[in-house]
């Protein structure tokens, strides 16, 4: 079956290091894949988007990379701020398809 | 950028009344609107999605008769639900594309409505 699967445990780490979140997904052939921010009651805000012929892409602190051989993408936000303490959410798009799929999220806390 | 409204943000009402949820792209037209509902600590889950003039198309187990969506223009759609009960309680949250620019579609979300039935 299709799965998006991203970390369900918390990433709790500390101000000024590198966060990297991780999105696994089965039985799909991404067009592109998205990351979101999602904070408490809120929805979902756009971060990035990156291709399937594209390797990296960064804005910013953060950086995208995807690898459809491993059919993984790893979201990495450096230099992290409590700020950035947020819901992170991974999300696809498949080739020849119209809907984005999301993964549940992971949860990260930027201690001061 | 892109800006999508919801009205209301929060509506608490009672079980077998029905409520609607309006969505809206300010300063752009979505050619698609997309329907989620989320539970805490779940992903989005699609429950329908509409082209304006055309009816929704629902997902897998969506009751279409219990989520009534009516995108009426390019700005605006709305899902109502009806008869609602304590388990139609959720986190509604509304996307819009502004269709396809460079062979991807941007897509913009609502803030988001949180339904209590009691």
């Known amino acids: 079956s299709q799965k998006i699967e991203q970390n369900s445990e918390a990433l709790n780490i500390q101000e000024g290091k590198t966060a990297t979140l991780t999105c696994n997904y089965t039985n799909y052939s991404p067009a592109y894949l998205q990351w979101y921010r999602q904070d408490p009651g809120r929805g979902p805000v756009f971060l990035l988007l990156i291709r399937e012929n594209e390797k990296e892409k960064r804005k910013e602190r953060l950086k995208v990379t995807f690898d459809t051989t491993l059919k993984q993408s790893l979201f990495h936000i450096t230099a992290s701020q409590p700020a950035d303490s947020a819901t992170y959410l991974c999300a696809l798009v498949a080739t020849g398809g119209f809907k984005t799929i999301f993964g549940a999220g992971t949860r990260l806390f930027v201690k001061a | 950028g892109a800006v999508v409204s919801q009205h209301p943000s929060w509506v608490i009402c009672k079980s077998g009344t029905s409520v609607k949820i309006e969505c809206r792209s300010l300063?752009?037209?979505?050619?698609?609107m997309f329907w989620y509902r989320q539970f805490p600590k779940q992903s989005l889950m699609l429950m329908a999605t509409s082209n304006e003039g055309s009816k929704a198309t629902y997902e897998q187990g969506v009751e279409k008769d219990k989520f009534l969506i009516n995108h009426a223009s390019l700005t605006l759609s709305t899902l109502t639900v009806t008869s609602a009960h304590p388990e139609d309680s959720s986190f509604y949250i509304c996307s819009a594309r502004a269709g396809e620019r460079g062979g991807l579609y941007e897509q913009y979300f609502g803030p988001g409505t949180r339904l209590t039935v009691t």
């Open positions: 300063d752009f037209q979505a050619t698609t």
